[in-house]
């Protein structure tokens, strides 16, 4: 029964995101997405770690990681073909929304409660934490596939790093124990992305 859970959860938020989030307009699906991670969680009893002394295990873990991710990204601006594929990218509108709405509640917060909180908790007790991270990470890479095809980018390429990331994101959580610490490098490695691809786009 576990195992069924565990597939059921990861077949469903893949099928949402092949079926049913494209067909949803940006706005209301960061707000639909924010309050189905919410339920998720509670249905899962997913423990987020978010309230102290937990989140100070996650703060730890995840500030200094995000300061290297972000710093990162900013000299990758000096690589030539990193800045011509950043000056190409089309960028959503309005501006601020994104940034400050739909990356973190959006993307980060629904994806690091959906997939490591709510899939990560019946992955983990129903495979073990090695294949249950895999697992976890597996389905994450296969929930961009409808995004590469969108972006006209490499669908094999897409779900390989964001399949690395889940894992990543994945041992974070599980090592602080606690989802801050996820969510900071998540939302690092796109604010840190959408602030650099703006810049250039507006240095341009």
């Known amino acids: 029964m576990r195992r069924l859970r565990a597939l059921a ?8 995101s092949a079926f049913v989030a494209p067909r949803v307009p940006p706005r209301p699906q960061a707000v639909v997405q924010a ?20 989140l100070w295990s996650g703060l730890r873990y995840g500030v200094p990681l995000a300061a290297v991710v972000s710093a990162a990204v900013a000299g990758s601006t000096r690589i030539p073909a990193v800045r011509r594929g950043m000056a190409a990218r089309e960028l959503p ?3 601020l929304e994104w940034l400050l709405w739909r990356i973190p509640m959006g993307t980060v917060w629904s994806e690091e409660a959906a997939f490591r909180g709510a899939l990560g908790t019946l992955t983990d ?7 249950g991270l895999v697992l976890q990470a597996a389905t994450f890479g296969g929930k961009h596939v409808a995004d590469a095809r969108s972006a006209g980018e490499s669908v094999v390429g897409t779900v390989a790093v964001t399949g690395v990331a889940g894992l990543a994101f994945g041992w974070l959580y599980g090592r602080s124990g606690s989802l801050a610490a ?23």
Not at 9 to 16: I, K, N, T, V
Not at 125 to 131: E, L, Q
Not at 182 to 204: D, K
Request: no cysteine; charged share 15%; hydrophobic share 60%.
């Open 35 to 54: 309050v189905l991670a919410g339920v998720l969680v509670r249905g899962t009893r997913a423990r987020l770690g978010l309230a102290p002394p937990r």
């Open 93 to 95: 509108a309005p501006t």
């Open 182 to 204: 996820s969510m900071l490098a998540h939302l690092a490695v796109n604010e840190a992305g959408a602030v650099a691809a703006l810049w250039v786009q507006r240095r341009r």
């Open 125 to 131: 007790a129903a495979f073990g934490r090695r294949w």
């Open 9 to 16: 959860l990861a077949a469903a938020l893949l099928a949402w």
